[in-house]
């Protein structure tokens, strides 16, 4: 059994649980931050949308957006649930940078403003970041754990953040909060009148006036901007300092471990510190100890002498043998391509749903060892 | 609501959380409805290629055809290619507007549009299912949409309302209403829940169908659920083997016999969740179900789509077969 994400845990501040949907990120994170908090260390983990069952058995089922509660157990260290909601880490980012009352809200009501806090792509990713940085910044914690937004691509919360602060672009917004842009398209002199005519068109089809609207926005928020490109540099050299370690969780499953592969490259092009691979809810199969099959069918014929029900399970034994095959070739053709240092963990699927402290800590042996 | 055969509808959209098996069910459904001789359109919203995956096929770009099977075509729709081809199909001038679609002016109001990738999306999806040939028949007789995970399908599936509501008067609302009428007819539209009957996916299941309810006034027309597992072990087998093995000073094969009673437990312990969960889908969904068993299979592939395709088929065929091809045309 692997205990080598025990050192990765021991040696890294910051540990970053990412992978596709489904496959189990949030709980592996709750599991981890567990760990840490039994080995002493002050540790939080920073969530976005937990099983309700798992929230409330952590105390934190009435958690807001923002909020932050301490579980209570019996650690050495501490443990801190907190809860990631993107629309009110943008409020909070407001609140904070805006310079007057009056410019706050005139930038919480701004459309442009609503539409990007609640639904731009990679924004909820880009504030998990940002409330990483912070929570790093702030010395509280000594292992802080961060589970990802789900994203139809787990590839999505690495590329996220650039992708807003190009958005942000200190160049484009100053193009932006220029009058004549202020007024609409009408009145953009550099474009010709087919481009014109085009754009409004595309105003139109989509409901506001979007220059306008974004102009307006961005005026307001000149000065939160400023420093922004700085700022994105800065949570990268985060994500990839010798303190920050990915895990990377991902089922067994075929087209799971296709979105797993293509990260994985990503992820070392992108020069981040994949320092972990969790292989959840996966199924091994039986290593025979010199014992023959006849050997078994009589051991069984002793222990069940209803021929019926030892069929049932004797079926059933080799029903989970087959998943086991398939589980066993995608993860070691998948482990094959990982470089050398990257540790893999083997988490077996449960005979239930882990929904509380108790199930989390099932998980330990399988991700820590004894 | 007139209760009529799912596939005799003309756009089915498939929805649900990530990892459940929206792909298989849109995949199934897909060559059912082929199979019954309609030609049937599987799209992929903003994918990453799992259908072609499952088809064995290469993954074109966005808005191209890929054959399947004679009846059965996969098209990859994609907002911003869609919007694109919107303004090829009605800006006359193509020098101007390519040099128009490069700039970065565009592709940042593209990005920040409200809505406006969303919106072109489900247009795109509607100009499918409305499209005709030149002998002004209709090009597919159903499309299939397999989704994005459940949160994007919600905006995507509010967008044309939302457009509709916006504007009052003129082309834009001439064309959101015509999608928006498509969209809510339950004789022409219907969408298909998708869902495992674990604790994640049936809270969001819930709360989907809540929400195509009261805010989308979409016709939910099927929930599936999918891997379900089902048993003939019995907790009795289970219970007998546990009895026997404490009485024993000492087992052969105590391996084997260990792994055989912690496998049965896991089946045991999922069958549980399984029903657990199926009862409050039941409570809470009202919606006609299927049941999708949980497949034990080296490698998912084409031939368990093709089982799978083979259950839903008997299950939503109870009313009457499609009319033969020419009833429509």
């Not at chain 1, 979007?210 to 490109?229: C, H, I, P």
């Not at chain 1, 990268?236 to 370690?245: C, P, S």
């Not at chain 2, 002998?135 to 044309?160: E, F, K």
Request: with cysteine; charged share 25%.
């Amino acid at each position: 059994m692997s205990n080598a994400l025990e050192r990765v845990v021991e040696t890294h501040q910051v540990i970053v649980s990412a992978g596709s949907g489904g496959v189990g990120k949030t709980t592996t994170a709750a599991a981890i931050g567990l760990y840490g908090a039994r080995k002493g260390r002050r540790t939080v983990v920073l969530t976005i949308d937990p099983a309700r069952r798992l929230a409330d058995a952590l105390g934190v089922g009435e958690l807001r957006g923002g909020e932050e509660s301490a579980v209570k157990g019996d650690f050495a260290g501490s443990l801190t649930v907190m809860m990631l909601d993107q629309k009110s880490a943008w409020d909070a980012l407001v609140q904070r940078h805006a310079p007057t009352p009056e410019i706050r809200d005139r930038v919480l009501d701004n459309r442009f403003y609503q539409h990007l806090s609640q639904t731009f792509a990679g924004s909820q990713e880009y504030m998990a970041i940002e409330q990483l940085s912070e929570l790093y910044a702030g010395g509280r914690f000594d292992l802080i754990v961060i589970d990802t937004p789900p994203t139809r691509h787990a590839l999505d919360f690495l590329e996220a953040p650039r992708r807003v602060a190009d958005f942000l672009d200190r160049q484009i917004i100053k193009w932006f909060v220029k009058p004549y842009v202020a007024a609409g398209w009408a009145t953009v002199e550099v474009m010709n009148r087919t481009v014109r005519f085009l754009m409004r068109r595309l105003e139109d089809a989509t409901g506001v006036s979007v220059l306008v609207e974004v102009s307006d926005f961005f005026t307001a928020m000149s000065g939160l901007f400023d420093g922004f490109q700085e700022r994105v540099q800065r949570v990268y050299e985060l994500l990839q300092a010798a303190e920050t370690a990915f895990v990377l969780v991902a089922s067994p499953e075929e087209q799971v471990l296709a979105e797993a592969e293509y990260f994985c490259r990503k992820m070392s092009e992108l020069r981040m510190p994949l320092r972990a691979v969790v292989f959840n809810r996966a199924h091994f199969e039986f290593e025979a100890i010199g014992d023959s099959p006849a050997q078994r069918d009589v051991a069984m014929s002793t222990l069940v002498p209803d021929a019926e029900s030892r069929q049932r399970l004797v079926d059933n034994f080799e029903l989970y043998e087959v998943l086991a095959r398939g589980d066993a070739v995608r993860m070691e053709s998948f482990r094959r391509q990982l470089p050398r240092r990257v540790a893999v963990a083997e988490v077996p699927n449960f005979d239930t749903d882990l929904h509380d402290v108790s199930g989390l800590e099932r998980m330990h042996p399988f991700l820590f060892g004894k | 609501m007139k209760q009529n055969d799912l596939l005799q509808r003309r756009l089915l959209f498939v929805v649900g959380k990530g990892g459940v098996g929206k792909t298989t069910v849109a995949s199934a459904l897909a060559l059912e409805a082929a199979r019954r001789g309609a030609k049937t359109l599987l799209v992929e919203v903003d994918g990453v290629g799992r259908a072609a995956q499952v088809f064995g096929v290469s993954v074109r770009p966005p808005g191209e055809v890929a054959p399947l099977t004679p009846s059965l075509f996969l098209m990859n729709v994609e907002g911003s290619a869609a919007l694109a081809e919107y303004l090829m199909m009605t800006v006359p001038v193509k020098r101007v507007l390519q040099g128009v679609l490069n700039s970065r002016i565009y592709q940042y109001f593209v990005a920040a549009a409200p809505g406006l990738k969303e919106l072109m999306t489900i247009g795109k999806i509607w100009f499918e299912a409305n499209r005709t040939d030149t002998a002004g028949g209709g090009v597919w007789d159903i499309v299939v949409v397999d989704a994005p995970a459940t949160g994007h399908s919600l905006q995507y599936l509010a967008m044309p309302q939302a457009t509709f509501d916006t504007f009052t008067s003129g082309l834009v609302h001439r064309e959101a209403s015509r999608v928006v009428e498509l969209l809510q007819d339950p004789e022409r539209t219907g969408v298909v829940l998708v869902t495992a009957a674990e604790e994640m996916p049936v809270n969001e299941t819930i709360e989907t169908y809540r929400r195509l309810r009261s805010d989308l006034h979409l016709p939910s027309a099927l929930l599936v659920v999918n891997r379900f597992h089902q048993t003939a072990l019995r907790s009795a087998d289970v219970e007998a083997l546990e009895r026997r093995l404490e009485s024993e000073a000492s087992v052969a094969s105590r391996e084997f016999v260990d792994e055989v009673l912690r496998r049965a437990r896991e089946e045991l312990g999922w069958v549980q969740i399984n029903e657990r969960y199926l009862q409050r889908l039941r409570e809470a969904v009202p919606l006609r179900t299927v049941v999708l068993p949980f497949l034990f299979s080296e490698e998912f592939g084409l031939d368990e789509v093709k089982r799978l395709s083979a259950q839903l088929a008997a299950e939503v065929a109870e009313t009457k077969a499609r009319p033969a091809k020419g009833g429509k045309a």
